[in-house]
């Protein structure tokens, strides 16, 4: 008798350790990573069980998590506590200081008789799934630590608000008694942020979970596949918190807007910043769709880079995003610095050769000479101007021609070209 119930005392104590554990969300709902900074970052899925906890878990700028109206997983020591129990504990109290670490690993590795394992609290077809979840069987023996584990891998099923171990003492050896709540029932979404994210993309990911007690495993899959739909389409954007309340599930999507965008000018040989480029900044400014206010959207960075390569001014274009400094959880934001590297845009040519020209009339050819001008960023402003002065004995071509691919202020990138020419 007096080992059952020291077995029934050390079943306790496992007990007080899983819902410690309880408290700390499975392995199969953490959400992996991504950066959404400079890069896209994404933060870790932290689930918590109650308000109190989730204060504790949100004070660093953690991931994600859930709030529960009722305590989450609460168990109460007097559960395991019988009658004979209560006074072996209490003789057993003084010698628990140094002692009870040196023996804690003694006690995991001892095994009790489970005689039977009972799942209460829920359907039939909830039941079935915590069984199913469970290694453990009736009439064998299983250390604290394997008793432990089975009652996490029940919770880890997303089913259960709460999963709570119970012992009742029987002629056979330790019925084990796993006292579940199912979670509440998912009635509605609420999406708060998600300016970009549409309606039909959000009410596909949740339209599964409708109609029974929520799963945190779909769930969890859920909010991955919208994180997805912004991963896809290169938006700085998540779920970066949940509240799970009276069967409504609160979302709150971070989307990054741009903060401020900066030119940065270096030097093609030492790749050192310069005070100021030769281009107008408001020439590069145009070919930017990416605007201070609006999501910043990876693709659409792309795709200015690309503008601004067209205009063959420069070797080297990229953007490089970073937190601003008043960018919050809640409203993230990202500042943007434009780096440019100029390449040449001017030059000059001369020649000399011998015309033809001339010989039908007895003439000797005679030398021809010619002179060439290029700019294509006249004054900062991307303007092209090239001249043309060819002279020989017996005739001679002028050519001037000037291009604006972009007339300024005009929103449909209206060009311009005049020339002159003149021959004799």
Same mark, same amino acid.
């Given at each position: 008798?007096?080992?059952?119930?020291?077995?029934?005392?050390?079943?306790?104590?496992?007990?007080?350790?899983?819902? @410690?554990?309880?408290?700390?969300?499975?392995?199969?709902?953490?959400?992996? !990573?991504?950066?959404?900074?400079?890069?896209?970052?994404?933060?870790? @899925?932290?689930?918590?069980?109650?308000?109190?906890?989730?204060?504790?878990?949100?004070?660093?700028?953690?991931?994600?998590?859930?709030?529960?109206?009722?305590?989450?997983?609460?168990?109460?020591?007097?559960?395991?506590?019988?009658?004979?129990?209560?006074?072996?504990?209490?003789?057993?109290?003084?010698?628990?200081?140094?002692?009870?670490?040196?023996?804690?690993?003694? %006690?995991? *590795?001892?095994?009790?008789?489970?005689? %039977?394992?009972?799942?209460?609290?829920?359907?039939?077809? @909830?039941?079935?799934? &915590?069984?199913?979840?469970?290694?453990?069987?009736?009439?064998?023996?299983?250390?604290?630590? *394997?008793?432990?584990?089975?009652?996490?891998?029940?919770?880890?099923?997303?089913?259960?608000?709460?999963?709570?171990?119970?012992?009742?003492?029987?002629?056979?050896?330790?019925?084990?008694?796993?006292?579940?709540?199912?979670?509440? *029932?998912?009635?509605?979404?609420?999406?708060?942020?998600?300016?970009?994210?549409?309606?039909?993309?959000?009410?596909?990911?949740?339209?599964?979970?409708?109609?029974?007690?929520?799963?945190?495993?779909?769930?969890?899959?859920?909010?991955?596949?919208?994180?997805?739909?912004?991963?896809?389409?290169?938006?700085?954007?998540?779920?970066?918190?949940?509240?799970?309340?009276?069967?409504?599930?609160?979302?709150?999507?971070?989307?990054?807007?741009?903060?401020?965008?900066?030119? &940065?000018?270096?030097?093609?040989?030492?790749?050192?910043?310069?005070?100021?480029? &030769?281009?107008?900044? /408001?020439?590069?400014?145009?070919?930017?769709?990416?605007?201070?206010?609006?999501?910043?959207?990876?693709?659409?960075?792309?795709?200015?880079?690309?503008?601004?390569?067209?205009?063959?001014?420069?070797?080297?274009?990229?953007?490089?995003?970073?937190?601003? %400094?008043?960018?919050?959880?809640?409203?993230?934001?990202?500042?943007?610095?434009?780096?440019?590297?100029?390449?040449?845009?001017?030059?000059?040519? /001369?020649?000399?050769?011998?015309?033809? &020209?001339?010989?039908?009339?007895?003439?000797?050819? !005679?030398?021809?000479?010619?002179?060439?001008?290029?700019?294509?960023?006249?004054?900062?402003?991307?303007?092209?101007?090239?001249?043309?002065? %060819?002279?020989?004995?017996?005739?001679?071509?002028?050519?001037?021609?000037?291009?604006?691919?972009?007339?300024? !202020?005009?929103?449909?990138?209206?060009?311009?070209? /005049?020339?002159?020419?003149?021959?004799?």
């Amino acid at each position: 008798m007096d080992q059952l119930l020291k077995s029934l005392n050390d079943l306790h104590q496992a007990a007080s350790s899983v819902c @410690l554990h309880l408290q700390q969300i499975p392995a199969n709902l953490t959400h992996g !990573g991504r950066n959404t900074g400079t890069t896209s970052s994404n933060r870790p @899925l932290a689930v918590c069980r109650s308000s109190s906890s989730c204060g504790k878990a949100s004070s660093g700028k953690a991931g994600r998590r859930v709030h529960f109206a009722p305590p989450f997983a609460a168990i109460s020591s007097s559960v395991f506590q019988g009658s004979g129990t209560g006074q072996g504990s209490g003789k057993g109290g003084k010698g628990s200081g140094k002692g009870s670490s040196s023996k804690q690993g003694e %006690e995991d *590795e001892e095994r009790i008789l489970i005689s %039977e394992v009972e799942v209460v609290g829920v359907p039939e077809e @909830l039941k079935s799934i &915590a069984y199913d979840a469970l290694v453990s069987r009736p009439n064998f023996a299983y250390t604290l630590k *394997e008793v432990q584990a089975d009652l996490q891998r029940v919770f880890a099923t997303g089913w259960f608000s709460s999963c709570v171990p119970d012992a009742e003492d029987t002629r056979d050896g330790v019925k084990l008694v796993i006292k579940v709540t199912a979670n509440p *029932e998912l009635r509605g979404v609420v999406a708060r942020g998600a300016n970009q994210l549409p309606t039909a993309v959000l009410q596909k990911a949740m339209r599964p979970l409708y109609g029974g007690p929520l799963n945190f495993v779909a769930f969890s899959k859920a909010v991955e596949r919208l994180d997805g739909w912004y991963r896809d389409r290169g938006i700085l954007g998540q779920v970066i918190d949940f509240n799970f309340e009276n069967g409504i599930v609160d979302l709150t999507v971070g989307e990054a807007v741009v903060g401020s965008i900066d030119l &940065a000018f270096q030097d093609p040989k030492t790749n050192s910043p310069k005070a100021q480029g &030769a281009t107008q900044p /408001a020439v590069i400014r145009r070919h930017l769709t990416t605007q201070p206010g609006r999501v910043y959207s990876l693709r659409q960075a792309k795709q200015d880079i690309d503008s601004i390569y067209s205009t063959g001014l420069f070797e080297d274009v990229n953007i490089v995003p970073q937190e601003a %400094e008043d960018s919050t959880e809640q409203q993230p934001k990202v500042d943007l610095t434009v780096n440019l590297v100029e390449r040449k845009t001017g030059g000059l040519g /001369a020649g000399t050769g011998i015309s033809a &020209a001339g010989r039908g009339s007895g003439n000797m050819p !005679g030398f021809v000479g010619n002179f060439t001008y290029s700019q294509r960023n006249l004054l900062g402003l991307n303007q092209k101007l090239s001249a043309l002065v %060819e002279l020989g004995q017996a005739d001679s071509l002028f050519r001037l021609q000037w291009v604006d691919p972009w007339i300024r !202020g005009d929103p449909n990138r209206t060009s311009m070209t /005049a020339s002159m020419m003149n021959t004799r």
